[in-house]
């Protein structure tokens, strides 16, 4: 039975991420075109507004360090391709900076609501800020929201792409604010035998559940 409260449902980490296909400022893209790379698809209120500016120039930036890693970026707004190009234009007279990445125009906020991205509470027709972080087989891996009023670090996403991707090369996991170079985490032992010879294994360890190691 539909109810109109019922809660639209979320994408899920660790499962496929939603399929899309949309115009963009650098043509129709969809998400098949990202197999192989990974995405950081990321919403934003509107165009012309100061704090997603600030985000988008940040973006922009280290959109080189993102493709060093592999990464490609994507943004979205409840705007059309106009209004996008209009305001990537605006952004090059008043603060020198190109947009190098393609912006999802999505006036029928179909993406937008298959990524979870409208959220009533803060505004019934504008997306959120929201990140999603999408790895080289279409697998959603990542997600962060934040208000409409505060805007993100674009230097946390990146530490994160990093931190999946060493995640998934060397097994491990990764402490709080890990930087590439820093010590990761052996995933604990899963048997009781497995963690009496734990200490004894060369890592640098706490306790048989809390081991560190150089990569």
Known sequence: MNNENTVAAFPQLNA???????????????????????????????????VCTTEFIAFAKRHGDFSELNTELLGLSIDSVFSHMAW???????????????????????VAKSYGMIHPGAADTSAV????IIDDKGILRAMIYY??????????????????????????ATPENW??????????????????????????CTDWYFCKKNL
């Open 16 to 50: 496929q991420a939603p399929h899309f296909k949309a115009e963009t400022t650098h043509g129709p893209k969809s998400l098949n075109d990202y197999k192989g790379k990974w995405l950081v698809l990321f919403s934003h209120p509107a165009d012309f507004t100061p």
């Open 88 to 110: 990537v234009d605006n952004i090059k007279k008043n603060f020198d900076i190109d947009i190098p990445f393609p912006i999802i125009e999505d006036l029928s906020m179909t």
């Open 129 to 132: 800020r929201a990140t999603f």
């Open 147 to 172: 208000p409409m009023s505060n805007g993100r670090s674009i230097d946390e996403i990146l530490r994160l792409v990093k931190g999946l991707q060493t995640s998934d090369k060397h097994g491990v």
């Open 179 to 204: 930087q590439p170079g820093d010590k990761v985490i052996v995933p604990p032992p899963k048997t009781v035998a497995d963690a009496q010879k734990r200490v004894d294994e060369g890592y640098e």
